[in-house]
Structure formats: C-alpha cells, structure tokens
C-alpha cells in the first residue's frame, strides 16, 4: 500500500501486523514521484498471430492507441506477468477468442493486475476485447476509439429509476411487480405505468429497445451462461449462435444498433461469464446486443460489492469516471477498507476454480473466522468472494461516461506538477454535497457510503505525501486517490501534495 491514512485511527490502534505490511509493501521514503505517460499493452495468444482477422482487431487497437506495445501469452495469462513487470502499463487490454474465456481466465487475470508491486491495489485497469467473432471484436475496438457520452437507457434495475442521467429511458421495475416507467425527453419527469399482467414486461422491453436504441443497458434479476430473465421470472432473454432474442412464441431478434453501446448486468448472475463458447449470452451481448463495453459477473452474485459499488461510483459521480474507472476505483475502495480493517482479509484468496461457489462461501467464513480480531461479519466474507469476479469486456481506456447532472458532483479535481513535486487539488463547489457525493440512499445493502475518488490524469509512480495541509483521510496510489472525510464543506479548497 503505498499511502494510506485514516485520520480517526491513530498509532493507539496500529497492530504489529499492520506496520509489517506497511514495511512489506515497498513504500519509498526517499524515492521522487512523477507522473509517466500512459501505457498501453495488448495482450495476445500466440496461435492468434496466425489469424489475420483477429490480429486486424490487435491493429486496430494499435491505431487507437500509438505507441502500444503487443505482447504473446502461449497457454496462460499469467504468462505476460514478466513482461507486463518491465512494462508496467496503465491499461492492459486482452484480446482473445470465446472459448477461451471462461470465469478462471477472468478471475486469474484480475489477480494478476495486483501483482505488478508489493501494494495490496490494482496496479493497471484491463479489459478484454471479444465476441462471438473477430467481426465483431473488431467493432468493439473501433467504436472505442472515440470518447461516447450516455444518454439514453434501457433497464431492469429500479436503482436507475430515477432517470436523472439520462435525457430518455424505459424500464422494468425489479422492486414493485406489474410496475414500468419512462422518461420521455431531457426536461420530462419519469411516468410510472402499471401493467395489466406480468408477462407483458418482455414485449415492453423491446418494444422500448427499439424506440430507444439505447446507450446503455442495465439489467438485474435471474440470469445464468444462457438466459437473462425479466424481473419476476416474467420472460426470457436467449442467445442462439450469437443472436440475442426474445422468447416469445414466435421468437424475436433484438434490434440491432450502429452506434456504442454499454451493457451493465450489475445485479444478474453469471452472464458475464464467456463459459468458454461464444453460445454464451455474454458472447451474443458483444455480438448482436451492440455492446462496445460490458461489466458482468463470472459466478452466482449473493454480496453485489464489487457490481453494484462500480454502478455507485459511476452514478453518484456523474461524468466523472468512464465505466472501467468506476469499476476500478470501487475495488480500489474494496481493497483500502479491508485493509483498514484487518490486513489479513486481504491475503485470503478464494479457491474458485476447485470449489463450488457454496464451498468458497463456507470456506471464506471459515478463513475469516480465523483472523478474528477485530471483530467479522458478514461483509468481510462477501468483499473477499466479490473481489476477483467480476469482468470488464472491451477496451479499457475507452472514455466512455454518463453525461454531467448539475448540482449532482459539484466539485473538481486537478493535478499540475510543480518541479519534483505534484499538487492533487480538490475544489467543492456551491452545491457540494457530501450525501450526493458518497450515494446516500443508493443500493445501501450492498455499498456503504463511498469515498471522494480520483483517478489521476497521469500515472505518479511511487507517491510519497508530503504536504496535507487539511489532514484528509486518505488512500493514494500511483493511479488515484480516495478521500474519506465525511465532512468536506462547499466552496472550499484541499490539496495533497506528493513527490
């Protein structure tokens, strides 16, 4: 950990323990801080080199990002650990076919983005750029190269209700049965309808997705490899050779896009998982359901930190994060509070490729049993089996971000390097409000409150604090910083200065 301070837990409370992992983590006191470029790798299968039209997706990767290095992995990901060491990138986007993907190829290459160093933090965000074809990988790749602002919203999931963010959007309520809502234009309220039988939710739906086209897609309830249910089991999504459908009596396709799109199944099952097939709905998602990018879970979701926490940091933060920053700082919230807590919580490692999910469950509760002090609950088990398993499909630099919403993040930060020193500047505005800030309201059973979050312009290699005039409660890392005050005032202005 390379800089982390919690204001109300003085040196009284600091465990042997924890000072040794602090001295274990490789935190310099002498080295200078300064911000690097950007670094971007691609990450390859060697049998691809043989296959012109999946090495024209690495091409086209390549014109997105100049200067990107390619490299081969033969069997295993884990195999680009001594490269990615010498390289040391900030995004690392694999590139790789269906059936090779599967919930231990994206819980392994999780892992490996904390193994660049010592710290307990992701050291670079990644992704994985598929589909059912290399057609359709190579759409994935093209349409990241340019920014996209979301506007329009398809959902499942009530916690979006609110439509704020959007200037249009349908959906199914998952909370209230017989219940859907919409919001016509940017200055419309949000209308709620009632329903005379369940089963009209899938009709609604895709009735909606055609009229809307959206630009994101959120949904939660039942959902496995090979179906994605509307809310009260009230009908099914299918994919059939890669084509998405309703399925109804008569099947219907659905609507196909020309423009990006981004999926986020945040409280379904295991539709991320790829299953190793591109028969897999999360194959068909990148296929026909248009998805540029796609953030899902590998296995059964019971806890949700690690999804729903991605979907708090994004909405709480309006225009803030692109989908793969708020994914990336909400584990890097994860990671600092578990620590905090008890640093062996975060040693434990679930042994999900030999276990079913029960078993790690069980076996997680054991192992946090063991560490007991202070005192566990049921979140220190859920934040261990959420950690690793959720994945991020498509490129993982694409800047891609809700539209702003006045008043709902009324702050700012910078970042300008002063000689060997960099001054990390937060500015709150009139309107700031910490409640907004740290999504009071929003999905508490999951995610408590979160932090103020940056992800840095610039990576700052080996950031030593040296000036923290406020005394902010602080995580900080070479690619951000978390600030856990929970009583930052508007109209004011707080630096941290680093070398």
């Given at each position: 950990m390379k800089y982390s301070i919690n204001s109300k837990h003085t040196s009284l409370r600091l465990t042997i323990a924890l000072l040794l992992v602090i001295l274990s983590s490789g935190m310099s006191l002498t080295a200078v801080a300064k911000t690097v470029a950007d670094k971007y790798v691609i990450g390859v299968r060697e049998a691809l080199k043989q296959d012109q039209?999946?090495?024209?997706?690495?091409?086209?990767?390549?014109?997105?990002?100049?200067?990107?290095?390619?490299?081969?992995?033969?069997?295993?990901?884990?195999?680009?650990?001594?490269?990615?060491?010498?390289?040391?990138p900030r995004y690392l986007c694999v590139v790789e076919t269906p059936d090779r993907i599967g919930k231990d190829f994206v819980i392994e290459g999780n892992r490996m983005s904390r193994q660049m160093d010592d710290d307990i933090y992701d050291d670079y965000v990644w992704g994985i750029v598929t589909g059912c074809s290399a057609e359709d990988a190579l759409r994935m790749a093209t349409q990241s190269k340019s920014a996209f602002t979301i506007r329009?919203?398809?959902?499942?999931?009530?916690?979006?209700a609110g439509g704020i963010w959007f200037d249009r959007m349908a959906g199914i309520s998952d909370g209230t049965k017989l219940v859907w809502f919409e919001k016509k234009s940017k200055d419309d309220q949000v209308h709620t309808y009632t329903m005379d039988r369940q089963f009209r939710s899938l009709g609604i739906f895709m009735n909606k997705w055609q009229e809307l086209d959206p630009d994101i897609i959120f949904t939660s309830s039942h959902a496995t490899q090979n179906n994605l249910e509307m809310p009260f089991s009230s009908g099914n999504l299918r994919a059939r050779n890669g084509q998405l459908y309703a399925d109804f009596f008569v099947s219907r396709n659905v609507p196909s896009t020309n423009k990006p799109r981004v999926y986020m199944p945040?409280?379904?099952?295991?539709?991320?998982?790829?299953?190793?097939s591109d028969k897999s709905m999360a194959a068909a998602w990148l296929s026909s359901g248009g998805a540029t990018a796609m953030l899902g879970y590998v296995?059964?979701?019971w806890y949700g930190r690690n999804g729903w926490g991605a979907l708090k940091f994004l909405l709480s933060a309006p225009g803030r994060?692109?989908?793969?920053?708020?994914?990336?700082l909400n584990r890097q919230d994860m990671y600092t509070l578990q620590q905090r807590k008890n640093p062996a919580l975060n040693k434990i490692v679930p042994d999900f490729m030999n276990l079913d999910e029960n078993s790690v469950r069980t076996s997680l509760g054991m192992m946090t049993d063991s560490t007991h002090n202070?005192?566990?609950?049921?979140?220190?088990?859920?934040?261990?089996?959420?950690?690793?398993?959720v994945a991020y499909y498509g490129d993982p630099a694409w800047n891609v971000r809700t539209q702003e919403v006045a008043g709902a993040a009324d702050y700012a930060f910078s970042c300008v390097k002063n000689g060997k020193q960099t001054v990390i500047t937060l500015k709150t505005g009139p309107k700031f409000s910490m409640d907004k800030v740290k999504g009071k309201g929003f999905k508490e059973e999951h995610v408590k409150d979160i932090p103020v979050a940056y992800f840095l312009p610039e990576r700052i290699l080996s950031p030593r604090v040296v000036a923290n005039p406020a005394n902010l409660d602080i995580a900080l890392d070479e690619n951000?910083?978390?600030i856990y005050?929970?009583?930052?005032?508007?109209?004011?202005?707080?630096?941290?200065t680093v070398e």
């Open positions: 039209q999946w090495m024209e997706v690495v091409n086209q990767l390549k014109q997105n990002h100049p200067g990107a290095d390619v490299v081969y992995y033969k069997h295993a990901l884990t195999e680009l650990l001594p490269a990615l060491k010498k390289k040391h329009t919203a398809l959902t499942t999931t009530s916690e979006v945040i409280g379904n099952c295991l539709i991320g998982d790829m299953n190793a296995v059964s979701t994060h692109t989908i793969a920053e708020a994914a990336f202070p005192r566990l609950d049921m979140d220190d088990v859920g934040f261990i089996y959420d950690r690793d398993v951000f910083i978390l005050n929970q009583n930052l005032k508007p109209n004011q202005i707080y630096t941290v």
